[in-house]
């Protein structure tokens, strides 16, 4: 017996099949958990839409999504999700995406498609028909579109902006709350860049989403007086939350990283690989306003690494500078004149610590000391 297990075990088609059978096993899982939530949600949105179009409130007084949710909790004692303020969020719900069509043939859409397949619909020409439209809304989970609606009010195309976001990204509630927070609808592609001018399409375009314009640094804690140096150390310090601000895609290569450039040594502030865009992302980090003078390090440092680092595989290295603050048209000028594709952006921080505050904290050298 144990050597026909064997002799099965070993058999190529069999392990094939084993694997194709736990492959398909997962989809079910994954298609019954999004049939769960898509029915929910269109529950949900019905309820609104007729709450909505009944003029339920003008009908009945301002009282009546209490009674209703009352009434729901005795005719379906064992269901949750019917509290009196979840009925105002399906109100809300629906109000934001009034024009949802329910088509007879959005079952069969739905499904062919599983979460972490529809991000490759998001770049289709169906996006912005109700069909499509219907098809991403109805696919996040309802704790999502509460956020969602908390953050977003009526704006419908910031809503969408982030409902997509979450289907490309995979982005559970903690992650889309923090990008909710730091309002990346506003920031989101918007840094001033020659990348129509120096990269191919459809690069240009995927590089130029990949930018912020400001870079939320709040997760920073320094004092106000800082130097450039101090800047640079706790963006070190907080590595992790750096690359979650610059996108997904983003690995770390190095800081201070040194190329042996002719007869000299260059030290670039920041090395970054984009995996996404298949290229690296040279960043230098300026704690003062924009100055032109800036680019031709910029600039040198993007050819450096082109001719010393760049295989033939990747695409064409990139270059940003973060500075304190910067003239939009200034930047725009000099970015134009700049033969290899780079981006300027600034950065913003909140959590600036007095310097007499700073003083008193205890340096890594004295806690170690204390430690002994």
């Avoid at 009034?98 to 043939?105: A, K, N, T, V």
């Avoid at 990348?195 to 804690?221: G, I, K, V, W």
């Amino acid at each position: 017996m144990v050597n026909n297990m064997k002799v099965i075990q070993a058999d190529k088609s069999y392990c094939e099949w084993v694997a194709e059978l736990s492959q398909r096993y997962q989809k079910c899982q994954i298609k019954a958990a999004s049939s769960v939530n898509r029915e929910m949600l269109l529950f949900y949105w019905s309820l609104g839409r007729d709450v909505a179009q009944m003029k339920a409130e003008s009908r009945w007084g301002s009282g009546f999504l209490r009674q209703l949710s009352n009434d729901l909790k005795h005719v379906l004692p064992n269901v949750k999700g019917l509290s009196f303020t979840n009925l105002v969020y399906m109100v809300y719900f629906y109000n934001l995406y009034p024009d949802l069509e329910i088509y007879p043939q959005l079952e069969e859409e739905f499904q062919d498609s599983i979460y972490p397949q529809l991000g490759d619909k998001l770049e289709s020409n169906l996006v912005g028909t109700n069909k499509m439209l219907s098809l991403f809304i109805f696919s996040i989970p309802w704790g999502h579109h509460k956020l969602i609606i908390d953050k977003c009010g009526k704006d419908q195309n910031k809503a969408i902006f982030y409902v997509k976001e979450t289907i490309k990204n995979n982005w559970s509630r903690a992650v889309l709350l923090n990008w909710l927070d730091t309002d990346l609808y506003e920031r989101k592609g918007k840094a001033v860049t020659n990348f129509s001018l120096t990269l191919p399409a459809p690069q240009s375009d995927l590089a130029q989403e990949m930018t912020r314009d400001p870079y939320n640094f709040d997760f920073l804690s320094i004092r106000a007086q800082y130097d450039e140096k101090e800047f640079k150390d706790a963006l070190m310090d907080n590595v992790q939350r750096l690359l979650m601000e610059l996108g997904s895609g983003f690995a770390f290569v190095g800081r201070e990283y040194r190329l042996v450039v002719g007869k000299t040594e260059q030290f670039i502030d920041l090395l970054f690989y984009n995996f996404q865009l298949h290229c690296f992302v040279v960043v230098e980090v300026k704690v003062s306003a924009f100055d032109p003078r800036d680019m031709g390090q910029l600039s040198t440092y993007v050819a450096a690494v082109d001719g010393i680092l760049r295989s033939k595989t990747d695409a064409p290295t990139i270059g940003l500078l973060i500075c304190k603050t910067k003239d939009n048209v200034l930047a725009q000028y000099a970015a134009n004149v700049i033969k290899a594709p780079v981006g300027i952006s600034e950065y913003q921080l909140a959590n600036l610590l007095k310097d007499e505050f700073k003083g008193t904290l205890p340096t890594i050298e004295e806690i170690e000391s204390g430690l002994q």
